[in-house]
């Protein structure tokens, strides 16, 4: 069973930082290219970096490149959104999934993933 569990989110002050995480397991993470999206309410949700299944290769949304890094350490299944200079439009459901991708390339569009967590929730005080 493929769980992806996100945490890190909370409460942060406009131009601070947040570091969220993705903890895998039930599948062989160094295969699966990796990214975030996020939603906020009344929103769609929205791609924010992706990053593939090497780390070789990310890419991220215009709004959040610069002050968002994505990274991946295979050997802990695990991956991370270090998120800097946060706007109170950052603030949002942030979810990480999965996609089996043969290409070592980063994937941006969310219908293509195959698994997804349960999100973690980070909102920005202005």
């Known amino acids: 069973q493929v769980q992806l569990v996100e945490s890190g989110g909370g409460l942060v002050q406009a131009g601070g930082s947040l570091r969220l995480s993705c903890a895998a397991s039930?599948?062989?993470?160094?295969?699966?290219?990796m990214g975030w999206f996020r939603q906020a309410p009344g929103k769609e949700r929205e791609f924010v970096a992706g990053i593939s299944w090497s780390g070789r290769y990310t890419n991220y949304a215009g709004s959040v490149k610069g002050r968002f890094t994505i990274a991946r350490v295979n050997a802990k299944n695990t991956m991370y959104l270090h998120m800097n200079s946060l706007k109170p439009e950052d603030a949002a459901v942030y979810y990480c999934?999965?996609?089996?991708?043969?290409?070592?390339?980063?994937?941006?569009?969310?219908?293509?993933?195959?698994?997804w967590g349960q999100g973690t929730q980070v909102t920005v005080s202005s």
């Open positions: 039930g599948l062989t993470f160094s295969s699966y290219a």
């Open positions: 999934a999965a996609v089996w991708f043969k290409e070592d390339a980063v994937r941006r569009g969310g219908a293509s993933y195959d698994y």
